[in-house]
């Protein structure tokens, strides 16, 4: 890592250590950050490479920003995690600048963002975050490690006021003014194994790590070979996704939660939502959605300036919680629409 990256000399200027494994939701108006470094290293479940991230602390206002480095220029460079640098979102979401991207990016910012992390810088020395177990569940560790820290700086919230909604074929996603971060999904798939599901929940970091959090990534066995020949899926085993087979998940250990499917979906959400680049209060609510349609919509919500507020020092809302082995098969990995 190059000497002369601005997080080399940062020194966090916290007050009031909070601990990540403590009630997160909770009355702040202050922005927040790591109370020092941790790292992850995995593989990624498309590039198959194997890849390390490093979480640093970051000041205040910075948001969330990847720094990339071992890049084959030479160069490092550093990419803001906001929907303004997503630029592909197929089978997962990439951020990049030229001659940079970060894909898979969506289980990290998920768990910054359910344990309220403002504010972070990711070194990571390849081409995609890696996939652990194909949840958020290391990430939410790793913030655990590190700790959280609150700043001197008032907390930056968007707040919907109208309703924005977007539409891609049969899938829809829409914003509505609420009192608090609730996230409501829906998926309907002909696969009977998955079929329709919904969730719904108030996202804060008890809600988040109970139910959501531990919820993996899922694909079709059959769709194996399409994926293999465009490159992708090939980190991808029984070991960080569910596999669906014709008539059963693959998977000897079977489900985690018998909807795992839609709380993936829920995951996936919550990271790209993250990439608005501060805490949206209102209601999500998405139907048959993915990737993309959860950036079409941020893309839509920040197009009308009368749909949204930027509230400085605004204390969050807490409301309540609502309710494949080596050599055997690679998992697909479903693109947006359900």
Same mark, same amino acid.
């Given at each position: 890592?190059?000497?002369?990256?601005?997080?080399?000399?940062?020194?966090?200027?916290?007050?009031?250590?909070?601990?990540?494994?403590?009630?997160?939701?909770?009355?702040?108006?202050?922005?927040? /950050?790591?109370?020092?470094?941790?790292?992850?290293?995995?593989?990624?479940?498309?590039?198959?490479?194997?890849?390390?991230?490093?979480?640093?602390?970051?000041?205040?206002?910075?948001?969330?920003? *990847?720094?990339?480095?071992?890049?084959?220029?030479?160069? =490092?460079?550093?990419?803001?995690?906001?929907?303004?640098?997503?630029?592909?979102?197929?089978?997962?979401?990439?951020?990049?600048?030229?001659?940079?991207?970060?894909?898979?990016?969506?289980?990290?910012?998920?768990?910054?963002?359910?344990?309220?992390?403002?504010?972070?810088?990711?070194?990571? =020395?390849?081409?995609?975050?890696?996939?652990? =177990?194909?949840?958020? &569940?290391?990430?939410?560790?790793?913030?655990?490690?590190?700790?959280?820290?609150?700043?001197?700086?008032?907390?930056?919230?968007?707040?919907?006021?109208?309703?924005?909604?977007?539409?891609?074929?049969?899938?829809?996603?829409? *914003?509505?003014?609420?009192? &608090?971060?609730?996230?409501?999904?829906?998926?309907?798939?002909?696969?009977?194994?998955?079929?329709?599901?919904?969730?719904?929940?108030?996202?804060?970091?008890?809600?988040?790590?109970?139910?959501?959090?531990?919820?993996? /990534?899922?694909?079709?066995?059959?769709?194996?070979?399409?994926?293999?020949?465009?490159?992708?899926?090939?980190?991808?085993?029984?070991?960080?996704?569910?596999?669906? &087979?014709?008539?059963?998940?693959?998977?000897?250990?079977?489900?985690?939660?018998?909807?795992?499917?839609?709380?993936?979906?829920?995951?996936?959400?919550?990271?790209?939502?993250?990439?608005?680049?501060?805490?949206?209060?209102?209601?999500?609510?998405?139907?048959? &959605?993915?990737?993309?349609?959860?950036?079409?919509?941020?893309?839509?919500?920040?197009?009308?300036?009368?749909?949204?507020?930027?509230?400085?020092?605004?204390?969050?809302?807490?409301?309540?919680?609502?309710?494949?082995?080596?050599?055997?098969?690679?998992?697909?990995?479903?693109?947006?629409?359900?």
């Amino acid at each position: 890592m190059q000497r002369t990256s601005p997080m080399l000399s940062y020194a966090a200027k916290a007050v009031g250590f909070l601990s990540g494994r403590g009630r997160m939701g909770g009355h702040r108006g202050r922005q927040s /950050t790591l109370r020092r470094r941790a790292k992850v290293s995995g593989i990624g479940v498309h590039s198959g490479r194997e890849v390390s991230i490093t979480l640093h602390p970051a000041e205040a206002g910075t948001g969330v920003t *990847f720094f990339r480095t071992h890049v084959e220029d030479g160069h =490092d460079r550093e990419i803001p995690a906001t929907y303004r640098y997503v630029n592909a979102t197929d089978f997962c979401t990439t951020v990049g600048v030229p001659g940079a991207t970060v894909a898979t990016v969506e289980h990290l910012l998920a768990a910054l963002s359910a344990l309220e992390v403002d504010n972070a810088t990711v070194e990571i =020395d390849g081409p995609e975050v890696p996939v652990m =177990d194909g949840s958020a &569940g290391d990430f939410i560790k790793a913030v655990d490690q590190a700790g959280v820290a609150r700043l001197d700086a008032p907390l930056r919230t968007i707040k919907v006021i109208k309703p924005v909604r977007v539409e891609i074929g049969q899938s829809y996603a829409e *914003f509505t003014p609420y009192n &608090g971060r609730r996230i409501e999904v829906e998926i309907d798939f002909e696969s009977p194994l998955v079929g329709r599901q919904q969730f719904a929940a108030d996202i804060d970091s008890q809600t988040f790590r109970r139910d959501i959090a531990r919820a993996r /990534t899922f694909g079709f066995l059959a769709d194996v070979e399409a994926l293999w020949a465009r490159g992708l899926a090939l980190g991808a085993s029984l070991e960080n996704a569910v596999v669906i &087979g014709d008539d059963r998940v693959i998977n000897p250990e079977g489900l985690r939660y018998a909807d795992e499917f839609v709380r993936h979906k829920v995951l996936d959400a919550v990271g790209d939502l993250a990439l608005a680049g501060a805490p949206i209060l209102g209601r999500y609510h998405s139907y048959r &959605g993915g990737h993309r349609l959860n950036v079409k919509a941020l893309e839509a919500l920040f197009a009308d300036p009368s749909a949204y507020v930027m509230v400085e020092g605004q204390v969050r809302a807490t409301v309540g919680a609502a309710e494949l082995a080596a050599g055997v098969a690679v998992a697909a990995f479903q693109a947006d629409a359900s």
